[in-house]
């Protein structure tokens, strides 16, 4: 096979919940996809998943539903076909034979989504032509969220079909591809369910609780914050105890075996049905009491549960409030308490562990920590662990425990290192020595771009970087990207640079959230000191700094991801255009500590409102009202799909599938729009006025008297009434953006002076919630 065709028609065999939320996700990325089971699947399940599977519900349509019985031959009309039936290789085998072989198109592709059957054993029980074009693409659940895609081919599967299968799921359907082999429970499974039973071993030795174990296990030392057994909950014991169970089983020749054999309580639990999080008691369960939810956890020496002590170790304690996951590992590891013991023997034996399945499971270091951080949501895998510990001291320190150490481990002094501005790893075995990391063409890595001689100016807070093609990058990288005076005046300096310079700008960054807004912390410590002088300078900056990027001479692309929220999400709304990740998360939040968006964002919602209304020539007051309480709600969206209908996102702006690609596709953007750009002119609009106000304010009483919103809730709204509507003037007046700033600005400093508000932004700084008073 010479090249794999285009894929558009998927059809997903079995509809149960890994089935149904794969087809959702495919239709997410705008696939036509046929869904098939048995009797023929009702799509409200899949609408009404939790989480959401869909970005939209409208993204149902997209997906038909049948039975195997009726509706095989509608097969002949697809380019992929996924099966997704009960792991159980006689029913695979018998799905294979009668439903699809005869039903199959010459040129589609077959896989299996096995979490471990073995794909040669599939492969060989199919015809012999049809073997090149089948493989496994095994997604992790639930598939929308979970990054990790494991594609294994069998001895027969076209390295053609492997290539193409691997750009079309990373590109279109977004996900992040390892290179696994035909072992057991492939690479992630292999090694994140051999970290549990191990964890769990060591917990019965150190007599310490499953509360004490996640207090370790997570965030402390570079892994998620579900930690061991709140993953074990949100998996699924049931699905834990088959994964390590099919582990034991087909692992004959493993050395560490036996650490697969769970303990007894596990069984006991799985059969008392306290499965997790879909059961509602498992490890850990809450319990609504008067004085809100209380959280128990699984006492194993006696089987029942126990109210949560919230435990705290000093190494732990000492961890807490560092960024920087590899110095976070390193400081519990030098810890001297239980904490300590219990992070450095599971993670001793995990990472031995992993370096011995070499080339057993994936041909390189790579694939393994690609696993571990998509599928499991480590922080670093395990041989990017190796490095933060550093390999020679960690084979000391194992050593003195008397443990055996591969002298192939001990020859090696790190698994990574950049070199002429490429990520390279320490390949093992046959060839040993650097290799260039693979990396897809369209990965654009800031880190590495700003070593190798992409950066053009820095502060603390925020870099200017240059992207190549004239492009300049403005990156915020402050804690959670909040925004201070710092990135402010660094925003400024990179549009000036753009237009000097270059043809355009990329504002994005690869941290956890793009941006979480203004630093509250800053502005609670100015309203409590009463310098309003300094908080007025801060709003002007902020006006300054998102106006500069709307007013640019060359286009500016905004490219956010994850949370983007208050003075992030403004940024975004100047933008000439937005490049979105698909999970983009982003509001005008304002309102939840006792303030309005005053960089703009009210500004720019009324004047949206008002070009809706111009251009069709009918009444304003919906536009205006669905934007209002846009703000109002402080709504946060979903996904990227909902930014359009919310008004953030307008024609032209497009949506991202891998983050991967997210930078490049802005750039692609930028210089699609610098070929013909011409920068706005000032804009002017017809204000509603305070007729339309007084209709929101009638609204916001009738809220209030149904007890929906508190009596402060209705002061903010009509703080944003007057904003939106254009202040105090009749219908229709022309008003221009500078006199909606000014609107902003004098709502704002007149809620920064209200006790409430104060009381509302301590609260989220204290609890991260909005306080109701």
């Known amino acids: 096979m010479e090249r794999m065709e285009r894929i558009e028609k ?8 890994m089935g149904g939320t794969i087809a959702a996700h495919l239709a997410n990325a705008g696939l036509e996809v046929l869904l098939l089971d048995l009797v023929t699947p009702e799509l409200d399940a899949i609408k009404g998943a939790k989480p959401a599977a869909l ?120 996900k992040g591809i390892v ?82 054999r769970l303990p007894v309580f596990v069984d006991t639990m799985v059969e008392k049905g306290q499965l997790g999080n879909k059961a509602k008691r498992g490890f850990f369960r809450k319990e609504k009491g008067e004085g809100g939810s209380q959280r128990f956890y699984y006492d194993h020496g006696t089987g029942e549960y126990v109210a949560s002590k919230k435990p705290r170790f000093a190494s732990v304690e000492a961890a807490k409030g560092i960024d920087d996951p590899a110095k976070r590992l390193e400081t519990v590891l030098s810890g001297h308490d239980l904490a300590a013991e219990l992070a450095w023997r599971n993670l001793r034996d995990t990472l031995l562990y992993a370096f011995k399945r070499i080339p057993e499971i994936a041909d390189d270091v790579v694939n393994v920590d690609r696993a571990m951080r998509w599928g499991f949501n480590w922080e670093l895998g395990p041989f990017e662990m190796l490095d933060a510990i550093g390999v020679p001291r960690f084979v000391e320190r194992a050593r003195r425990d008397g443990i055996a150490v591969p002298e192939a481990l001990a020859r090696v002094e790190r698994f990574y290192r950049e070199e002429g501005g490429r990520t390279q790893f320490h390949a093992l075995g046959e ?123 060359v286009p500016v692309v905004a490219a956010p991801h994850g949370l983007a929220l208050g003075g992030g999400c403004e940024f975004c709304l100047h933008a000439t255009a937005i490049n979105a990740h698909a999970e983009t998360y982003m509001g005008l939040v304002e309102l939840g500590v006792g303030l309005l968006p005053a960089a703009g964002g009210t500004k720019e919602l009324a004047l949206r ?39 953030f996102m307008r024609h032209g702006d497009a949506i991202t599938m891998n983050p991967d690609d997210l930078i490049h596709d802005a750039k692609q953007k930028v210089l699609a729009l610098a070929v013909n750009y011409r920068p706005p ?21 009738n809220m209030r008297q149904g007890g929906f919103i508190s009596e402060y809730d209705e002061h903010l709204g ?56």
Request: net charge neutral; proline share 4%.
């Open 179 to 260: 290179f696994g082999k035909d072992t057991p429970n492939f690479i992630a499974n292999r090694i994140g369910v051999y970290a549990i039973c191990n964890a769990m071993r060591h917990m019965v030795d150190l007599d310490l609780t499953v509360e004490e174990v996640d207090a370790v296990a997570g965030t402390a030392t570079a892994r998620p914050r579900s930690a061991c057994f709140g993953t074990a909950d949100l998996v699924g014991l049931d699905t834990l105890r088959h994964v390590a169970r099919n582990s034991w089983e087909l692992l004959p020749k493993d050395e560490e075996r036996d650490v697969f």
């Open 431 to 553: 060839g040993a020595g650097w290799r260039d990391a693979p990396m897809p063409a369209r990965a654009v890595d800031l880190a590495i771009l700003k070593r190798s001689g992409g950066l053009v100016d820095r502060t603390a807070g925020a870099s200017i970087l240059n992207l190549g093609d004239g492009v300049f990058g403005l990156e915020f990288h402050t804690k959670m990207n909040a925004i201070g005076a710092d990135v402010l005046a660094t925003a400024q300096r990179a549009v000036k640079r753009a237009e000097a310079e270059g043809v355009g700008l990329v504002i994005a960054n690869q941290g956890a959230a793009f941006s979480v807004g203004a630093n509250l912390a800053l502005l609670a410590a100015g309203i409590a000191e009463g310098d309003w002088d300094e908080i007025a300078l801060m709003v002007r900056n902020f006006q300054r700094a998102t106006m500069a990027v709307k007013r640019s001479k």
């Open 609 to 647: 409102a008002a070009a809706i209304a111009e251009q069709y020539e009918i009444d304003p007051s919906p536009f205006v009202f669905r934007n209002f309480m846009t703000i109002a709600t402080a709504r946060v969206s979903t996904s990227a799909a909902e930014l359009q209908a919310m008004g």
């Open 55 to 174: 970005f939209v519900p409208a993204v149902a349509a997209r997906i038909r539903v049948g039975n195997f019985g009726a509706d095989a031959a509608k097969l002949r009309e697809c380019d992929w076909v996924l099966e997704v039936v009960v792991e159980n290789m006689a029913i695979k085998k018998k799905l294979l034979a009668e439903t699809v072989v005869p039903n199959l198109r010459p040129g589609a592709i077959l896989s299996s989504n096995t979490s471990g059957l073995s794909v040669n054993e599939l492969a060989d029980a199919l015809p012999e032509a049809l073997r090149p074009r089948f493989l496994v693409t095994h997604f992790f659940n639930p598939p929308r969220y979970m990054r990790l895609l494991e594609i294994v081919p069998s001895r027969h599967t076209d390295p053609a079909v492997v290539a193409g299968m691997a750009e079309f799921l990373s590109r279109r359907v977004g």
């Open 681 to 701: 002119a000032a804009a002017e609009a017809r204000a509603p006025g305070r007729s339309v106000a007084a209709s929101i304010r009638t609204q916001l009483w």
């Open 10 to 17: 998927v059809a997903v065999l079995g509809a149960g919940v």
């Open 718 to 773: 009509q703080a944003v009434a007057r904003v939106i509507t254009g202040g105090d003037v009749p219908a229709g007046t022309p008003v221009s953006e500078d006199y909606l700033l000014e609107l902003e600005r004098e709502a704002f400093m007149s809620l920064c002076g209200e006790r409430r508000t104060l009381e509302r932004i301590q609260h989220m700084l204290k609890k991260g919630k909005p306080l109701r008073n």
